[in-house]
């Protein structure tokens, strides 16, 4: 149920409708249809604050000051056949696997000097469309943080570079000790 104002002898009424087709007959029979054909247009043209620019846009009207996705290829990540894949009993295992080889921790992050283990994924260094026999290979999977991932989705981050992290263990000292040499 939505709320219609209906004009009725110059006062605006709250009432409740089911849709706008009962606007017609109950104007008609009162005479104020045009009152009302104004209001409803009034509605369309409503206009909202916009949190990019702060001005106000006509509702429907994309902000030219939006900011754009960082890669094509993060907006469809799990809109595909690749998605469904990943909603598999096997994946799910697979992907604790890798993580936990990883401790979890980011592992890219760990090269550059930083300890990420918040916003984690496991991410597939050769795609799944590119090849789909590596969908479950641990040596083409490596967890990555948010940020790394959406990097390495885009081909910021070298896949060989990638593929030699998922080969390795993760170096990290215990606190207190020296990392072996």
């Known amino acids: ?72 290829n993060t907006t469809n990540r799990h809109k595909s056949e690749a998605g469904d894949l990943r909603k598999t009993y096997k994946w799910t295992q697979m992907s604790l696997d890798i993580r936990e080889r990883d401790k979890y921790l980011c592992r890219y992050c760990l090269t550059q000097g930083r300890i990420t283990t918040q916003n984690l994924s496991v991410h597939h260094i050769v795609s799944i469309k590119e090849n789909k026999k590596l969908w479950l290979d641990s040596r083409n999977l490596i967890t990555l943080c948010d940020k790394c991932h959406d990097d390495a989705e885009c081909g910021k981050i070298d896949r060989d570079l990638l593929k030699n992290l998922a080969a390795t263990e993760p170096n990290i000292a215990p606190l207190g000790k020296a990392p072996k040499s």
């Not at 209001?39 to 106000?56: A, H, I, N, P």
Request: proline share 4%; aromatic share 4%; hydrophobic share 25%.
């Open 1 to 72: 149920m939505s709320i219609c104002y209906i004009d009725i002898v110059g006062r605006m009424k709250r009432e409740q409708c089911r849709g706008h087709r009962h606007i017609t007959s109950f104007h008609q029979r009162r005479g104020t249809r045009s009152r009302t054909v104004s209001l409803l247009r009034e509605v369309k043209q409503m206009r909202r604050s916009c949190k990019y620019c702060g001005l106000t846009h006509d509702i429907g009207v994309i902000c030219p000051k939006k900011p754009k996705p960082v890669c094509a």
